[in-house]
Nanobody, 116 residues
Framework: QVQLVESGGGLVQPGGSLRLSCLASKTIVSIYAMGWYRQAPGAQRELVATITTVSGSTNYANSVKGRFTISRDNAKNTAYLQMNSLKPEDTGLYYC?????????WGQGTQVTVSS
C-alpha cells in the first residue's frame, strides 16, 4: 500500500503559478513512477505528467509542455508539479499517482482553479 497526500492547490489568476506537492508514505525509490492527472468538471481524468523515480525520465501532455515541470525529491519521498503560465483550461482536481509493483495508487486530489 502507498498513501499519497497532495497539497499546493488553490485559486490563481491566468498567467500565474502554483506548485503542487505529493508526499508518499513509502520511499519513492521503491515506486516505479509517479505522476499527476487532472479532472475538470464533466470531463474524464487526463494525464498531465509522469516521472520515473530512479532515472527521472519525464512525460508530459502536449497541452502543458513548456509550462509545467514534474520533479521528485527522493530524500523527501515527494513529487512536485511546478505549473507556470496557468490558463483557465488548467482548472480541475489534480490527482497524484504512484505506480508500485504493478499497482496504481491515487491521492485524494487538490483543487486548482485558474480564474480572474
Amino acid at each position: 500500500q502507498v498513501q499519497l497526500v497532495e497539497s499546493g492547490g488553490g485559486l490563481v489568476q491566468p498567467g500565474g503559478s502554483l506548485r503542487l506537492s505529493c508526499l508518499a508514505s513509502k520511499t519513492i525509490v521503491s515506486i516505479y513512477a509517479m505522476g499527476w492527472y487532472r479532472q475538470a468538471p464533466g470531463a474524464q481524468r487526463e494525464l498531465v505528467a509522469t516521472i520515473t523515480t530512479v532515472s527521472g525520465s519525464t512525460n508530459y501532455a502536449n497541452s502543458v509542455k513548456g509550462r509545467f515541470t514534474i520533479s521528485r525529491d527522493n530524500a523527501k519521498n515527494t513529487a512536485y508539479l511546478q505549473m507556470n503560465s496557468l490558463k483557465p483550461e488548467d482548472t480541475g482536481l489534480y490527482y497524484c499517482l504512484a505506480v508500485r509493483d504493478g499497482m496504481n495508487y491515487w491521492g485524494q486530489g487538490t483543487q486548482v482553479t485558474v480564474s480572474s
